[in-house]
C-alpha cells in the first residue's frame, strides 16, 4: 500500500530527512506560523513527516492541536486535517486563523481527548462532514508532563506531575487515537524528556515500552532532534551552562519524534 506521494525515482533531490538525528537551524516563520505558543512545533516537524507518511487529500489527526501548526503545514501541503484541543484560547486564536482557508476540508474542536466519549462525540462528527471513517495519519505534541501548564483545566494533561498516571493517561489519548487510524498506517509522538526531584524521567523510553506493550504496532524511527529556537532556552545558554556546571546534571538540547506504524 503506497502511503505517500514521494516519487521514488527522484531520491537524489528528495529533502525529506531520513537520518536519526535532526538538527534544525531556523524556524520557518512563513505564512500563518507566528510562535505565539509556548511549547509550539517547529514547522519542519510536521512538513516532514505529513510528506513522509501521507498521501495528498488525505486525512491528518492532531489531538494536541495547540497553536495549530500541523494544521498549517497540513494546508500548505494540501492534506485534509481533524485536530482537538482542550484550551479553549488558543482553540480560538487557531480559528481566527483559519476564517479564510477554504483550501483544505479541515475540523478543529474544542475536546477532553483523554475521554473516550468526547473524543469519539469530536471525532465522529469531523469524519462525517469529511464523509470520511477514518484518518491516514497521527501527529501527537503531548505536553511533557506539568512542564509548561498549558490550561488550569483538570483533565489537561499538564496538570498531571505523576509519571505513572501521565503514561496511562496518553495510553488512553493513543487507543482513542488508533481506534480511527487506517490499518498499517502510522502516527508519531513527539515528546522530550524531563527533570523531576533531582533525576531524569525518560519520558520517551517510557512511552515507547507502554506502547509496545499495549498495542500491536511496530516501532519504525527514533528521531533525535535539537531543541532550536526554543523560546525557555533562548538567550540563556550561560545560565543554564553555570547552573549545569554548579551541580551534576546536562542541559536538554533534544527532543524525540517516535514514529509507530499500527498493525492491527
Ligand atoms: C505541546 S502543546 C501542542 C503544541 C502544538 N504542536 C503547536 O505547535 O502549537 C500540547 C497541547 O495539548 C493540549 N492538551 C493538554 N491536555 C489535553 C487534553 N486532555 N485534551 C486535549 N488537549 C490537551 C494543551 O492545551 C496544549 O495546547
Known amino acids: ?66 497553536s495549530g501548526t500541523t494544521l498549517y503545514e497540513a494546508e500548505n501541503l494540501n492534506r485534509n486535517f481533524i485536530g482537538f484541543d482542550i484550551n479553549e484560547d488558543i482553540f480560538n486564536f487557531v480559528k481566527n486563523n483559519m476564517k479564510n482557508s477554504s483550501e483544505i476540508q479541515y475540523s478543529i474542536k474544542i475536546a477532553d481527548v483523554t475521554s473516550q466519549e468526547e473524543f469519539d462525540n469530536a471525532i465522529t462528527t469531523s469524519l462525517e462532514s469529511m464523509k470520511a471513517e477514518k484518518v491516514h495519519y497521527v501527529l501527537m505534541h503531548p505536553p511533557y508532563l506539568d512542564i509548561i501548564k498549558f490550561t488550569s483545566h483538570k483533565n489537561d494533561l499538564s496538570q498531571i506531575s505523576d509519571t505513572d498516571l501521565f503514561i496511562n493517561k496518553m495510553l488512553d489519548v493513543i487507543k482513542n487515537c488508533l481506534s ?26 517510557l512511552i515507547i515500552n507502554a506502547v509496545k506493550q499495549k498495542f500491536q504496532v511496530k516501532l519504525k524511527g527514533i528521531v533525535v532532534k535539537n531543541i532550536a529556537g526554543n523560546r525557555a532556552k533562548q538567550g540563556k545558554g550561560g545560565i543554564w551552562r553555570y547552573r549545569a556546571l554548579n551541580s551534576d546534571y546536562y542541559i536538554f538540547k533534544h527532543e524525540y519524534i517516535l514514529t509507530f506504524k499500527k498493525m492491527f
Do not use: A, C
Not at 2 to 31: A, F, H, M, T
Not at 34 to 57: A, D, K, M, W
Not at 181 to 192: A, H, M, N, P, T
Open 1 to 66: 500500500m503506497k502511503y505517500n506521494d514521494l516519487d521514488i525515482k527522484k531520491w537524489k533531490e528528495s529533502d525529506i530527512n531520513v537520518d536519526s538525528l535532526w538538527i534544525i537551524e531556523q524556524r520557518e516563520k512563513s505564512g500563518k506560523h507566528s510562535n505565539v505558543y509556548h511549547g509550539n512545533f517547529i514547522p519542519q516537524i510536521p512538513n516532514q513527516l505529513i510528506r513522509r507518511y501521507t498521501r495528498n487529500e488525505e486525512i491528518v489527526l492532531d489531538p494536541f492541536l495547540g
Open 180 to 205: 480511527y487510524l487506517e490499518k498499517e498506517r502510522y502516527f508519531s509522538i513527539v515528546i522530550g524528556d524531563v527533570y523531576k526531584k533531582g533525576e531524569v524521567i525518560p519520558l520517551s523510553s
